[in-house]
C-alpha cells in the first residue's frame, strides 16, 4: 500500500455560508473569521488545515507499522483529529461572540451568545458537510460525501482523492479488515477468531465498513456538540446571564474597573481565568462581586491584567 503524503482535493472546501448575520463592522469581522476558519474560496482554512496535517500523520503511522498495530494507530490520529477539531470550534465560537458582543448595535440587542451558538454550528455543519450540528435531531453526512468518511478513506486506503469518486463508487470501497494484536485487551475486544484474523488481503464488508465509519463520525459529532456547550455555557455567564434573568453585575465596581481592562486585551472573563491559572467560576464570581478572594488570588489577578493589586477592586 502506498504511503504518499495526503493532500486535500482540489476543490473540497469551496462551500460557503450564504445567509448575511450581520452589517457593516460586525458582517466583515465575520466574513473575516469564516475565512480564516472556512478558508476563501479557492483555499483551506482552520479546520481543514489541521484535519489535513492529522490525515498525512495518521496514514503515516498506519502504513509504517506492524499489521496488528494499525487499528491502535487509526484511533489515536483519530482522536487527534477530534481534539483538535474541538479546541478550533470552541476558538472559533468564542471569536464569533466577541466580535458580536462589541457590535451588538448592528445586530438590534441580540444575545452574542446564542448568535455564535447558531454560527460555529452551521459553520462546522457545512466544513463536515453534515445535515445539522444545531439541536438534538439526528444528524447525518450528505450524499456519503461527509468529512469524516473523507478523512477514515484517506488514512485506510491512503486515497486522497475520495470525495471526487461517484457515490456508487465511494459506497463500494471497503475497509481492510487489520488484525488484532497480541495483548489481553486486544484478544477480549476482539471476541471469538474468524477467517480473517490476520489476513491482510481481506477487507471489512459493506456493512462493516459502514459501522466503522458511521461509528467514528457519530463520536466526533457528541464530542463537538459537547465543546460547543460547554463554551455557550461560560459565555452566557460571561454575559451575566443566570436563569435567563440579567444579573446586576454590568453596574457593579469590578465590573466596571475590570471590564475596559479586559476589552483591551480582547479577553472574555474565560480568557482572563486562563491567564491568571485560576478556575473560570472563581474569577467570575469575583467580577460579578459575589465573593471576597483570598491575597494570593487577587494577586494572580491583578498580574493576569498587568496593574498592581492594590489597583484590583476589593
Known sequence: MSTATIKPAKGARKQKTSTRTASGAAENAITSARELWLGPPDGFGEFENETWACESSTAEAIHGTKPEKRRSAFYHGFDEWRKKLCASASRYYNTCFEIVRANRAEHDGANPAEFAMAVTAKDLSTFLRLSSLEGKQGTREIGLNGRVREFVRNVCLNYPDFQLLEAEKREASLLPRWPWGRTLGALIARGPRTPADGDESTTLTLEESEQFILGAEETL????????????????????????????????????????????????????????????????DYLEGKTRPYANTRTKLAKSLGIDITELPR
Do not use: C, M, Y
Open 221 to 284: 459529532i457528541k464530542d463537538l456538540r459537547r465543546a460547543i456547550a460547554h463554551v455557550h455555557r461560560i459565555a452566557l455567564v460571561d454575559l451575566g446571564r443566570v436563569g435567563g434573568q440579567l444579573t446586576g453585575s454590568s453596574t457593579n465596581e469590578r465590573e466596571s474597573r475590570i471590564r475596559p481592562l479586559l476589552e483591551r486585551k480582547g479577553w472574555s472573563t474565560n480568557d482572563w481565568a486562563v491567564d491568571s491559572g485560576l478556575d473560570f467560576h472563581t474569577v467570575s
